[in-house]
């Protein structure tokens, strides 16, 4: 099938991140807002060239996402037969502020992306600004209770000792889950006490410091791994493949039952910077750790 001028535009645009080498997930997000935001053009305005969008279309469908509920619109009519989104627990619900935020954010930089190939001679994005969001308070992680789950873990066998040693890495370092997931062992310094990061969300390698504590605990650690596989990563399956985000997600989610309290990855990165500030750590520091400021340096189109 032929495809619209909008759809073409949209298609070299993710060719365009492709060959920049982003991220699955980035080039995800785009493909997914940009081609709904071609689907409401098409079907409430009857456009389909990328000339003609007006900074008012752009405004009428943040309106449009204000008021409509999560999940009722697809780009893919057959998507429905395979994900069932009327069965989810969250279907019609408010779409958030964030979430819209995030939309209006790929659109403007595919617009922008267009004005700078010379497809545009005005820029529709030029005067869209983001919606205004109310910022929700994290819940942190106490002390007691970051050591009441610890205690959760089953030392004894290797997915226990492998779980809590993960949880300790990333509460002492502050790093990424899929970051973690990718380290070898290779990569520890423990005369430095530094682990090179070459995985990460920005494509900039970078290193994270640890703790005595934590070295202590990553030697012991590797002793008992060694028993167990040869993979040169250092958080393995038993099989010595890697360890999936999702399988160490749902088995973290798994053990924080135990321990009566709710627990995911990302909580534990915010809770190193939470730990660090409340200990006198310095707040610009604390960005480069959680390289936002790497990565804003890295693709400042990404955040106008």
């Not at 535009?9 to 080498?21: G, I, P, R, S, T």
């Not at 009428?60 to 409509?68: C, G």
């Not at 040693?165 to 290779?186: F, H, N, Y």
């Not at 493949?241 to 990855?265: N, R």
Request: one cysteine or more; hydrophobic letters at 35%.
């Amino acid at each position: 099938m032929k495809l619209s001028d909008l759809e073409f535009n949209v298609e070299d645009y993710l060719a365009y991140c492709q060959n920049k080498n982003l991220s699955r997930k980035t080039i995800n997000s785009y493909e997914q807002s940009l081609k709904l935001f071609v689907a409401y053009l098409k079907n409430q305005h009857d456009l389909d060239k990328v000339k003609e969008v007006r900074v008012g279309h752009i405004r009428q469908y943040v309106a449009y996402l204000q008021e409509r509920g999560k999940y009722t619109v697809v780009n893919r009519e057959s998507s429905k037969l395979i994900n069932f989104p009327e069965n989810r627990m969250d279907f019609k619900k408010e779409v958030s502020s964030i979430t819209i935020n995030n939309y209006i954010r790929n659109i403007k930089v595919f617009f922008n992306w267009l004005k700078q190939e010379g497809e545009l001679l005005k820029n529709p994005v030029e005067n869209i600004s983001q919606i205004k969001t109310v910022r929700r308070q994290k819940k942190g992680i106490s002390q007691e209770e970051f050591n009441g789950l610890i205690e959760k873990f089953d030392y004894t066998k290797f997915h226990g000792y492998r779980n809590k040693i993960i949880v300790l890495l990333l509460q002492d370092t502050g790093m990424r889950i899929g970051e973690c997931l990718e380290v070898t062992v290779d990569s520890i310094d423990f005369k430095s006490k530094m682990i090179l990061l070459t995985k990460t969300k920005g494509r900039i390698e970078r290193y994270v410091y640890f703790s005595n504590v934590m070295q202590r605990e990553l030697k012991q650690y590797l002793k008992f791994k060694d028993r167990y596989t040869e993979s040169e990563l250092l958080f393995p399956t038993t099989k010595g493949t890697p360890l999936s985000i999702q399988s160490f997600e749902k088995q973290l989610k798994d053990v924080s039952k135990m321990a009566g309290i709710d627990v995911h990855p990302h909580m534990i990165r915010n809770n190193f910077a939470r730990h660090y500030l409340l200990n006198g750590g310095d707040f610009f520091c604390c960005l480069v750790f959680l390289d936002i400021v790497q990565l804003r340096l890295q693709s400042p189109h990404i955040w106008t």
